[in-house]
Structure formats: C-alpha cells, structure tokens
C-alpha cells in the first residue's frame, strides 16, 4: 500500500516538473518563464521528497525532508522575486499581450532608485535603515 503512495506522488513531482519544463520553453517572456519554473519547480521537488520520506518512512529522513520543503518553499520566492527585479532593471522586453505594467513610472533607472509613497525615492539605505521623523 505505500508503494502507491511513493508512486502517487513521484507521479505528481514528475508532472510538475514536467509543466515546469513546458512552461519554460512555451511562455514569452522571462517573467512568465520564471512563474511556470518556479511553481512547478517547487512542488514538482517537494512532491518527489515527501514520495521519499515516505518511501524510506524513517522519523531522520522525514525531518530533513520537511527541512528541505520549508527551506525551498523560503528561498526558491525570493530567489526568483531577485532575478524578476534583475530583469526589469536592465529593461529585458515584456510579453507585447501584456495589460499592465505596476511599475511603470515608478522606478528611475539613471539613479536606481525606487519612488516610494512619503519620498521622492528611496535607496537601498532608506530601506534597510529608515530615517527617524522628529
């Protein structure tokens, strides 16, 4: 009966990952590339560990594999969050379908900084280290 289970979701990681690599060669743009990639990057891996912590069903290989799960689905994000900004920095072409660009008009590439809601800008020190208001 466990067998199914490994199988199940061995079979579940494989489509992900399947869909991840789909998406990655279909969509248009980096941005959409990104999405489909680390998704399905994300569960595809995770489905394929918890296949093996039930397969081995031991207490050492079921906590390193929950250590690995919140340790992927922490830093996979902000790693894929990184190269999108990375992306709209250099100005790396958008999809021409899309509708709406959030940033627009509020990023300034000659100072690269950021327009925020109380400032004109804000650099990476404002963020890390706001200025106290007297």
């Not at 199940?8 to 990639?37: E, H, N, Q, T, W």
Request: avoid cysteine; charged fraction near 15%.
């Amino acid at each position: 009966m466990i067998t199914y289970f490994v199988i199940f979701f061995m079979v579940i990681g494989a489509v992900f990952i399947l869909i991840a690599s789909i998406g990655l060669l279909k969509m248009p743009d980096i941005y959409l590339r990104m999405s489909a990639s680390t998704i399905g990057g994300t569960f595809g891996v995770a489905s394929m560990l918890i296949a093996a912590a039930i397969h081995f069903f031991n207490l050492g290989i079921f906590l390193h594999v929950v250590g690995v799960i919140i340790f992927l689905i922490l830093t996979v994000p902000i790693g894929a969050h990184l190269l999108a900004r990375a992306a709209y920095i250099i100005r790396l072409p958008m999809w021409d379908k899309t509708v709406h660009d959030d940033l627009e008009g509020k990023y300034d590439n000659e100072k690269q900084v950021f327009k925020t809601f109380g400032k004109e800008t804000a650099t990476p020190k404002d963020i890390v280290t706001p200025q106290q208001e007297n």
